[in-house]
């Protein structure tokens, strides 16, 4: 008897670990305790969240996980819309730090005019952030068609917003590198007298507004439908070229944010420089949070998940001392890791081995 | 029964008839009848309206061979990868971790001519096995695999060195330094003496390697099931053809390509820093699709690569010389281009889809 209760023990702690290890959220939330687990080890005062005062003497929120939540946030916001995209049109777009720029250079333009050093802003913060949504939307669209109307695979077609993207946004600038006052740096900082870094506040939002509208409309049904087969999700009423348009304007309204947020954290945009390399963390968050790069199914809460988890990733390794421009031999190992693990030739591999020990484990089920 | 045969006769001439004449438009031809034609287009335009700013000197044509032999080379590998239906962006990346790489090893170890270039051809190896196993074998998608490359490849760059390092080597600087002299060709300068016009010996080897790999693509077995893979590799297999060799050997190739290339790269520049080489995939990836190389694959031809090279490079010096201080026009330009001839090609694409 107490052989048998301790066998069926083991099974059902199997079953239970083997669907925790199933689990969408197992990779991410894994990758990420780990990652603080080691950030603790090297640096013990790591989880400590302490108020401090700024330069200014107004009060803040001090410690790496809010500088973690804080940075993280272009990345959490790119995430969501790189999710949809790679769920409908199988690809991802890699052009998102160079509309990034064109975002922040049309932002400097809107509020600084052509004046370098302006002392007053010369149009209302709310303006230059529509203006931003909009350039960013106008790039996703004309990414959008490219992919939806001319069949162009998704990275080759943003292939030609990466190269001149960064051009197009000094342009924006007229070649200048205006800094806007201080006031704009509210959004990107933190608003005087309050202790928590607007990111955060703005991620939050983003984030509910995207939750609000999966729950409520058919966004993410009809995305999936036309991720996985669009001529079957054609066959029943949707129009894939429409849905595939609509996730890449939809990425186009995420960089926007993102490029308001950014070019508000120094009040200054260097087209050439900003947010270098964005677009691979972006990609390595989706593929992070469990979502396969081809494109289907697509799972939003591991996205953002992924991204807090590349964030603390890189800002671990910036502790560590490492180069900032040798940062991306990490990142790259650890995408072709988790890349090589969803293929099928790799998966086979290791169900084979997986299958291997059922069987044993029936055999002796039979036999007791 | 003899009219019969008759009526077939005719028909099969009909037939034949009809192919001739739909012959020139099939999309090789007509994809590459465009790019040089715009060549010839754009390099007489300039020289009539930009004379004065030394298009119609002799050198300005051995020049545009001169600034993009390294990419002459690597845009071969590029293109056969792309035949082959896949896709390769980490040459820029490979290219300045082999200028870095030789140029440390060439100033603080004392390697010569021949390590330094063993030394580029390993590390164009290693990128393109490791990125041809993940691609073929494990059946990785090539952009992602390859965007990894470039990530990685820059990366090790700033682990190596993270300044922009000059060759400080004598021998190499003296190597890198020689020209060839071509007889009878050449400008004459102001003061009324004739200049005899100069090739680097970097162009040699490029303009061999494009001979080379036309042979190669055209009349060699492995060439010819690079074809096969990238129309449609179901049928490749069916034809009894190794598909996942044959992804792997063009990868290989496009790696060996991208060393020798970068090689060059460095034996024209003589330094090295991280940011170099930024876009040189997007160039390759251009000169391709511009010399009528399907993104789908199975497309393609070297010789319209290398028209593809020079038409932008003619007119990134056009666009330079009309004399708009913006640096961005280049850039901007470039990607039009692309952006032109992808459509193009989508539009072509569509319409061979619909005919059959």
């Known amino acids: 008897m107490s052989r048998n209760s301790n066998k069926l023990d083991i099974d059902r702690s199997a079953s239970v670990l083997n669907a925790l290890i199933r689990h969408k959220l197992f990779i991410p939330i894994t990758f990420l305790t780990c990652l603080l687990l080691i950030n603790v080890f090297i640096k013990p005062s790591f989880l400590i969240i302490s108020m401090g005062k700024d330069s200014t003497g107004n009060p803040v929120l001090i410690g790496n ?16 819309g790189m999710t949809l995209v790679t769920s409908s049109s199988r690809g991802q777009d890699i052009s998102v730090s160079a509309t990034v720029a064109i975002v922040g250079g049309v932002i400097m333009r809107v509020l ?64 200048l590198k205006p800094k806007a006052v201080a006031s704009f740096g509210y959004y990107g900082n933190f608003i005087p007298g309050f202790p928590i870094p607007t990111p955060i506040l703005i991620t939050i939002a983003v984030v509910a507004v995207t939750i609000l509208v999966l729950k409520k409309t058919n966004l993410g049904l009809y995305t999936r439908a036309v991720g996985i087969n669009d001529k079957s999700s054609s066959l029943n009423g949707l129009n894939p070229a429409m849905i595939k348009l609509l996730t890449f304007v939809i990425l186009g309204l995420c960089v926007g944010i993102a ?93 084979n081995k997986v299958k291997f020990s059922k069987l044993t484990a029936g055999d002796g089920k039979e036999r007791g | ?153 820059r990366g090790l760059v700033a682990l190596i060195e993270v300044n922009q390092v ?45 001979c080379l790999m036309y042979w190669l693509l055209k009349k060699t077995k492995l060439g010819r099931s690079f074809y096969a893979v990238g129309g449609n590799s179901q049928s490749a297999l069916m034809l009894g053809i190794n598909v996942k060799r044959t992804r792997f050997s063009a990868h290989l190739l496009c790696g060996l390509l991208a060393g020798i290339g970068g090689f060059l790269y460095l034996f024209h520049t003589r330094s090295g820093s991280v940011q170099q080489a930024t876009g040189l995939e997007m160039d390759a990836i251009a000169a391709s699709i511009i010399g009528g190389t399907l993104l789908t694959g199975g497309v393609g031809n070297i010789f319209g690569t290398l028209f593809g090279v020079l038409t932008s490079g003619i007119v990134l010096l056009v666009v330079t010389a009309i004399g708009s201080q913006d640096p961005w026009w280049p850039q901007i330009t470039r990607a039009g281009m692309l952006c032109f001839f992808i459509v193009l090609q989508s539009v072509i694409c569509s319409r061979k889809r619909k005919k059959y």
Do not use: W
């Not at chain 1, 996980?65 to 995430?79: G, H, P, Q």
């Open chain 1, 65 to 80: 996980l809010i500088n973690i939540l804080n940075n993280a946030t272009e990345l959490v916001i790119l995430a969501i």
């Open chain 1, 112 to 175: 600084c005019g052509s004046e370098t050093q302006p002392s007053v802003l010369h149009a209302p913060v709310i303006l230059a952030l529509l203006l931003g949504c909009l350039a960013g939307m106008a790039c996703g669209v004309f990414n959008g068609i490219l992919v939806s109307k001319f069949n162009i695979q998704p990275m080759v077609a943003t292939l030609i917003l990466f190269t001149a993207g960064r051009s197009i946004g000094s342009m924006a600038m007229g070649g």
């Open chain 2, 1 to 153: 029964m003899s009219l019969m045969n008759k009526a077939q006769g005719t028909d099969g001439v009909v037939i034949q008839n009809k192919l001739k004449r739909r012959e020139p438009l099939t999309d090789t031809a007509f994809l590459l009848t465009i790019t040089i034609s715009l060549f010839i287009a754009i390099y007489l335009l300039s020289m009539i309206f930009l004379g004065d700013k030394g298009f119609s000197k002799v050198q300005m044509f051995f020049n545009l061979f001169n600034e993009n032999a390294a990419l002459i080379v690597i845009a071969c590998g590029l293109s056969i990868v792309m035949i082959t239906g896949s896709i390769d962006i980490s040459v820029g990346g490979s290219t300045a971790l082999i200028c870095t790489a030789c140029i440390v090893c060439l100033n603080n170890y004392g390697f010569n001519f021949f390590t330094t270039l063993s030394l580029a051809l390993a590390i164009g190896l290693a990128f393109g096995a490791f990125q041809g196993f993940l691609v073929a074998y494990l059946e990785m998608q090539p952009f992602i695999v390859t965007l990894a490359g470039m990530f990685l490849g």
């Open chain 1, 259 to 351: 490029g308001f947020v950014q070019s508000s954290r120094v009040q200054t945009v260097n087209p050439y420089t900003i947010v270098p390399g964005i677009e691979m963390d972006v990609i390595l968050a989706v593929a992070l949070g469990g979502n396969s790069l081809g494109g289907g199914k697509f799972n939003m809460a591991g996205s953002i998940i992924g991204a807090y988890t590349i964030q603390t990733l890189t800002s671990m390794l910036t502790t560590l001392n490492v180069n900032t421009n040798a940062v991306p031999v990490f990142k790259a190992v650890i995408i072709i890791v988790l890349v090589a693990i969803q293929t099928p030739t790799v998966k086979s591999f290791f169900n």
């Open chain 2, 166 to 210: 000059q060759v400080s080597n004598p021998g190499f600087e003296k190597l890198s330094g020689a020209r060839i002299q071509i007889p009878f060709l050449g400008d004459v300068n102001k003061k009324g003496i004739f200049l005899q016009s100069k090739l680097e010996y970097g162009v040699i080897v490029a303009i061999l390697i494009v």
